[in-house]
T-cell receptor, first 112, second 114 residues
Framework: DQQVKQNSPSLSVQEGRISILNCDYTNSMFDYFLWYKKYPAEGPTFLIS?????DKNEDGRFTVFLNKSAKHLSLHIVPSQPGDSAVYFC???????????FGKGTSLLVTP | EPEVTQTPSHQVTQMGQEVILRCVPI?????FYWYRQILGQKVEFLVS????????KSEIFDDQFSVERPDGSNFTLKIRSTKLEDSAMYFC????????????FGPGTRLTVT
């Protein structure tokens, strides 16, 4: 069962522009949402998180937006840099649990 | 910056053999996890460990799997009798007090079962 969905397998953006990565979820019990970045042959690197009581969280070039009514979140990267090229995973977890539920990932390519 | 480390980076084993994957979580973290990623698939939760016991496990984590924290720094995953379908990247993760959801991952161990 896919509780976290990333429907775009890939995204290509020019350097300096905004990258928007999207994620949908089905489980209304999720309380925390996270974005991870992954390079080949490395583990996922934590980027940013958001609690379900907020609708926005910002950290430098990264902003996550949460729309609970639509069960949708997005990660904005502004401005995009070539070093941002990686696979981005959305993950979610309920406050009562421990497991992160991951999406399948979106491969971002930032071109010079 | 502290990080999660894992050894070995790559393990090749024959079907039916036992393997132990090792992890050193971030030192002041309290929660420990194992995940796996089969090639081409999503990252899947296996088990979480807190206060010296399993706090949650998935249906993947059957009797062939076990975890242990033998001392104050190491965290291990044992697969008793490996199957071909156990071939995957295995990631260890840890998270701090008060932010259990914020999990920090190691670089992974690639397990190949032949």
């Amino acid at each position: 069962d896919q509780q976290v969905k990333q429907n775009s397998p890939s995204l290509s953006v020019q350097e300096g522009r905004i990258s928007i990565l999207n994620c949908d979820y089905t489980n209304s019990m999720f309380d925390y949402f996270l974005w991870y970045k992954k390079y080949p042959a490395e583990g996922p690197t934590f980027l940013i998180s958001i609690s379900s009581i907020k609708d926005k969280n910002e950290d430098g070039r990264f902003t996550v937006f949460l729309n609970k009514s639509a069960k949708h979140l997005s990660l904005h990267i502004v401005p995009s840099q070539p070093g941002d090229s990686a696979v981005y995973f959305c993950a979610a977890t309920p406050n009562s649990g421990y497991a992160l539920n991951f999406g399948k990932g979106t491969s971002l390519l930032v071109t010079p | 910056e502290p990080e999660v480390t894992q050894t070995p980076s790559h393990q090749v084993t024959q079907m039916g053999q036992e393997v132990i994957l090792r992890c050193v979580p971030i030192s002041n973290h309290l929660y420990f996890y194992w995940y796996r990623q089969i090639l081409g698939q999503k990252v899947e939760f296996l088990v979480s460990f807190y206060n010296n016991e399993i706090s949650e496990k998935s249906e993947i984590f059957d009797d062939q799997f076990s975890v242990e924290r033998p001392d104050g720094s190491n965290f291990t995953l044992k697969i008793r009798s490996t199957k071909l379908e156990d071939s995957a990247m295995y990631f260890c993760a840890s998270s701090p007090r008060g932010r259990r959801y914020e999990q920090y991952f190691g670089p992974g161990t690639r397990l190949t079962v032949t």
